[in-house]
């Protein structure tokens, strides 16, 4: 999972990045509210964390634009301002929660879990399609069939994953860097192609009937062998 942390406290944001990153989170910062969000837009990220008070552009306003343009990403408002009037001003332009500093960060990962849930970012410990099942815990692959498993790196995961969830959909070279490196990312179209190849080795590996077909000019579609 992708997480975009909106927070212009350098020392907050780095700590926030390092444990959702030791929780198996992609993390992306931004530290004012312009480039968070158009970061937000782009509709990469499965939850974020947004600050109230942000240079550039407030919090609130970011949220209210985002909600009138038809982002629906999952938004928890972290900020100082604890009074109720601004507590229901969040929830009212739309955040999923709001947590006042200071925080635990167990109570931030707790809150986190219910949002994203309460979207169905997180549904089950493990999502799958035709013979194919990926544990996103432990990113391990498995061919239901044979029970045969292989463990994936890292990217591996994150372009079954995506294209588990848009199975039997096109997904254009772009999302899939966008998805894997950020929004800002310089990587190039090859490295999507290079782990595109280690993926389709490790479909082989457990002899699954599920395989990635490439769009010519396009990108990619997960698919079964006999579609």
Excluded: H
């Amino acid at each position: 999972m992708r997480v975009l942390i909106i927070e212009d406290e350098a020392g907050l944001a780095d700590v926030l990045k390092a444990e959702f990153e030791d929780a198996n989170f992609d993390a992306d910062t931004a530290d004012n509210g312009m480039d968070g969000y158009y970061m937000g837009m782009s509709d990469i990220y499965d939850v974020i964390i947004l600050d109230g008070m942000l240079p550039e552009m407030d919090g609130y306003d970011i949220l209210s634009k985002w909600r009138s343009q038809g982002v629906s990403t999952p938004v928890l408002m972290l900020t100082a301002r604890s009074e109720l009037g601004d507590k229901l001003k969040g929830l009212d332009l739309g955040a999923d929660d709001y947590l006042t500093k200071p925080f635990e960060m167990e109570e931030l990962f707790a809150r986190v879990r219910v949002i994203t849930r309460r979207q169905g970012k997180v549904e089950t410990k493990q999502i799958g399609f035709g013979d194919i099942s990926l544990d996103i815990r432990t990113c391990i692959l498995c061919n239901r069939q044979t029970g045969v498993e292989v463990q994936l790196g890292k990217k591996e995961y994150q372009i079954l994953e995506f294209m588990i969830k848009n199975k039997r959909q096109i997904v254009t070279r772009e999302q899939i860097a966008e998805k894997l490196w950020g929004y800002d990312s310089e990587a190039e179209y090859n490295n999507v192609e290079v782990y595109i190849s280690f993926t389709r080795r490790k479909l082989k590996f457990i002899a699954s009937n599920v395989r990635i077909k490439s769009i010519r000019g396009i990108g990619y579609r997960l698919e079964m062998a006999d579609d």
